[in-house]
Nanobody, 116 residues
Framework: QVQLVESGGGLVQAGGSLRLSCAAS???????MGWYRQPPGKQRELVALIATRGSTNYADSVKGRFTISRDNAKNTVYLQMNSLKPEDTAVYYC???????????WGQGTQVTVSS
């Protein structure tokens, strides 16, 4: 089972940028990778997904501001977040799904705080 470790979170002012990384302990070549977030007091929600061949899907709230990408050689997935808003404040989690779209792993999460 692949282990996932997120990094890159922190405190940023509104309008700023952050890049999150999700490093996997094994190959992600055949895995669908996703970023989710859980705002304070709310449920976890999908942010972005990237399929094995690179196609992507985004939540409407982040379209045009966030970009998900993958580097299979480094077993790492990224989330570039631009034009951040206070409502983007959340714990961000990385996950992995197998080819049957079954979740096989979650990371521990990284906090992103956007100040107004």
């Amino acid at each position: 089972q692949v282990q996932l470790v997120e990094s890159g979170g922190g405190l940023v002012q509104a309008g700023g940028s952050l890049r999150l990384s999700c490093a996997a302990s094994g190959s992600i070549f055949e895995l669908y990778m996703g970023w989710y977030r859980q705002p304070p007091g709310k449920q976890r929600e999908l942010v972005a997904l990237i399929a094995t061949r690179g196609s992507t899907n985004y939540a409407d709230s982040v379209k045009g501001r966030f970009t998900i990408s993958r580097d299979n050689a480094k077993n790492t997935v990224y989330l570039q977040m631009n034009s951040l808003k206070p409502e983007d404040t959340a714990v961000y989690y990385c996950n992995a799904e197998n080819r049957f779209r079954t979740v096989i792993s979650w990371g521990q999460g990284t906090q992103v705080t956007v100040s107004s």
